[in-house]
């Protein structure tokens, strides 16, 4: 098992920014990528950007290509998100999310291993 803690969230009006993280922590493994998802009221959580964290490779949904980006720190085994550019849409519960045994930095919900416990982002117009 891993367990993450995400931290971060909050309010900010549109086109401004925040920075999610997420510490791992827990059994470790050679190969896997963790990633971000959300879910907005009465949506199903979507996947927004993810990273292999052996190789590096990044895979963005294109509703946030060239506003987020997500990086690592490899020593304290935590991921972040800088939001960059918010918009209401992007208005969610972010959850952080690893996949292990896996090198793509793409995976679905239902791929995904553990679970974080959510943050809230709420950007207002």
């Known amino acids: 098992q891993v367990q993450l803690v995400e931290s971060g969230g909050g309010l900010v009006q549109a086109g401004g920014s925040l920075r999610l993280s997420c510490a791992a922590s827990?059994?470790?493994?050679?190969?896997?990528?963790m990633g971000w998802f959300r879910q907005a009221p009465g949506k199903e959580r979507e996947f927004v950007v993810g990273i292999s964290w052996s190789a590096g490779q990044v895979y963005y949904a294109d509703s946030v290509k060239g506003r987020f980006t997500i990086s690592k720190d490899n020593a304290k085994n935590t991921v972040y998100l800088q939001m960059n550019s918010l918009k209401p849409e992007d208005t969610a519960v972010y959850y952080c999310?690893?996949?292990?045994?896996?090198?793509?930095?793409?995976?679905?919900?239902?791929?995904?291993?553990?679970w974080g416990q959510g943050t809230q982002v709420t950007v207002s117009s």
């Open positions: 827990g059994r470790t493994f050679s190969n896997y990528a």
């Open positions: 999310a690893v996949r292990l045994d896996s090198s793509r930095a793409y995976f679905t919900r239902y791929e995904a291993d553990n």
